[in-house]
């Protein structure tokens, strides 16, 4: 099945600076990437996507890349601000019907004012 | 909150006990996921759900049963063979047109 790797489990940056997350996948066949966050005792929450035949999405500060050839994607959040402290995971979606989630095991990020 | 609900919010077991862990979604989803999430860890996939009276195993469905009744339930069921069911639960519902999931608050279960 499909592995998902991600790094760093911990990030400290200082507010203002940026933040870059980067997931590893193993399923040639995975087609959509989402990034989750989770506060402190909430539940997860998505705050962006990519899919296969899209190499680069943004959103505000928040932007993901993805190499399909390399089979990485990353997260990269610019001019971060103390609440964007919280765990953030990345996922790929892959099996019939793509219907299997496989998530990394969360980035542990802490914005410094 | 997205329409989809977990119950209770916190759960102690004695060991040796089965419990049932609650999930709601008005959403009109067709599948419904259960995750583990232990600390440290990313969300561990136990028992999925495509439509009504249909699902299939996890990554770590041992000691675990689901069952799909009704359209919006999908509760899981902690049996004492789950030797380390201490953990968070969460639930999740996915629109059969939509790739992404929603997440109901969790379950945070723990065995006395």
């Known amino acids: 099945g499909e592995n998902v790797e991600q790094h760093p489990s911990t990030l400290s940056v200082q507010e203002g600076d940026s933040a870059v997350i980067k997931c590893t996948y193993s399923?040639?066949?995975?087609?959509?990437f989402p990034w989750y966050k989770q506060e402190l005792g909430k539940r997860p929450q998505l705050i962006i996507d990519?899919?296969?035949?899209?190499g680069e999405k943004k959103d505000q500060r928040i932007a993901v890349t993805l190499n399909k050839t390399a089979k990485h994607f990353s997260l990269h959040i610019t001019e971060t601000q103390p609440e964007d402290s919280a765990v953030y995971f990345c996922?790929?979606?892959?099996?019939?019907?793509?219907?299997?989630?496989?998530f990394g095991s969360g980035t542990k990020l802490n914005v410094k004012p | 909150d997205g329409g989809i609900t977990q119950s209770p919010k916190y759960l102690f077991r004695k060991e040796g006990q089965n419990v049932t862990l609650s999930c709601e979604q008005n959403?009109?989803?067709?599948?419904m996921y259960w995750y583990r999430q232990d600390p440290g860890q990313g969300l561990r996939l136990i028992y999925y759900?495509?439509?009504?009276?249909?699902?299939q195993k996890g990554d770590i469905a041992e000691g675990y049963s689901v069952s799909r009744e009704k359209k919006e339930s999908f509760p899981l069921t902690v049996t004492s063979a789950q030797k380390n069911p201490t953990a968070f639960y969460l639930c999740?519902?996915?629109?059969?047109?939509?790739?992404?999931?929603?997440f109901g608050p969790g379950t945070r279960l723990t065995v006395l």
């Open positions: 999740a519902s996915r629109a059969p047109t939509d790739n992404e999931q929603f």
């Open positions: 399923d040639s066949a995975s087609n959509y």
């Open positions: 990519i899919r296969s035949n899209v």
């Open positions: 996922a790929a979606i892959t099996g019939y019907n793509f219907n299997k989630f496989y």
């Open positions: 959403l009109n989803h067709d599948a």
């Open positions: 759900s495509q439509i009504v009276n249909d699902f």
